[in-house]
């Protein structure tokens, strides 16, 4: 009997996944370089210039089909950590749904890469329809992509003054636009509603329900071709490859540097998760340099391998100063 009570422990140890989830280093990408003999990061349509070394982005590896044995195993490696499995996914989703969710969050973070390396290189830019809201007034009309040209009578040049030319209408009230699609102005009316019925904050003004953004106005073709990566974190990484592949000079100075960090369309550089496991993936991949959000900065220099410099950055105009001040030998700020 006892026997067999240990052998039914052993097979439970062995095959029952448990509701925890490892995380450890993931793998890591040269943006500079290629996968595959693809180039991660390419420009069609507008002059490229020579690089070095290596801007290298950084992941966290997560397995979530993990038994009693292989946890303990993991965690008496030290390699790896253990985590609640609903602190990653949520009771009910499927993986082809967290794998959906993921692929949008790398969408967007290669989206907002390109827009905000455009942006530090002072291109000219659109104001767009970036996102609209299912079954909101502008879902009506609208289509992400769309152009603005004129908003409620005002003159829109900028993102910002789409929100700006519905000051003092109210739900109800219906307004004209005028946009640019696939080249040709239309024209339209949106009838406002009321922003809490679909989701939104309140607001004195009507509801159109679109999300607007400044998008470069450019005659060229930045694409980012990476797969089987997901989230948001690859974002600055990306962002430091289109402007190096666009301007003289070499922001790697010819030396292998990792970084990891979201960013936003107007360049700021958000914290993200898991760094001391990027850290460890970077420094095994021969990495001297680490850019990190600084917001991850505390957490950064408690974790940090042996020999990782690290860089803190807030925005993208201070990871490619930071860049510059490396390569020229002069102080950059630290963790």
Known sequence: MAFVVSLGLLLVGLLVPIPYVSLGPGP??????????????????APTYPTSGQLRMTTVSVNSEITLFGALGLWVSG???????????????????????????????????????LHHLKYPTKPIAKEITTGAPADKVLVPGDEFVEVNGKKITVATDVRA????????????????????EKQGTITLGTSTDFGGDPQAEGFMGVRTTDRPDVDFKTTIHLENVGGPSAGLMFSLAIVDRLTPGDLAGGQNIAGTGEIEEDGRVE?????????????????????????NCAEAKDNAP?????????TLDDAVAALDNLKAGRPVPGC
């Open 306 to 314: 042996d020999g990782l410099r690290l860089v803190k950055v807030a």
């Open 79 to 117: 390699r790896y950590a253990l985590a609640p499995r609903e602190d990653y996914f949520k009771p009910g989703e499927t993986e082809e749904q967290i794998e959906q969710q993921n692929t949008k969050m790398f969408q967007d973070s290669q989206s907002n890469a390109e827009i905000a390396a």
């Open 28 to 45: 890591t990408y040269d943006t500079l370089g290629s996968v595959e003999n693809v180039q991660v990061v390419s420009v069609d349509g």
């Open 271 to 295: 914290r993200i998760g898991g760094i001391p496991f990027k850290m460890t993936a970077a420094k095994e991949a021969g990495v001297t340099t680490f850019l990190v959000p600084e917001g």
């Open 165 to 184: 030319a519905l000051a003092g209408t109210k739900p109800g009230d219906t307004i004209p636009v005028t946009y640019r699609r696939d080249g040709q």
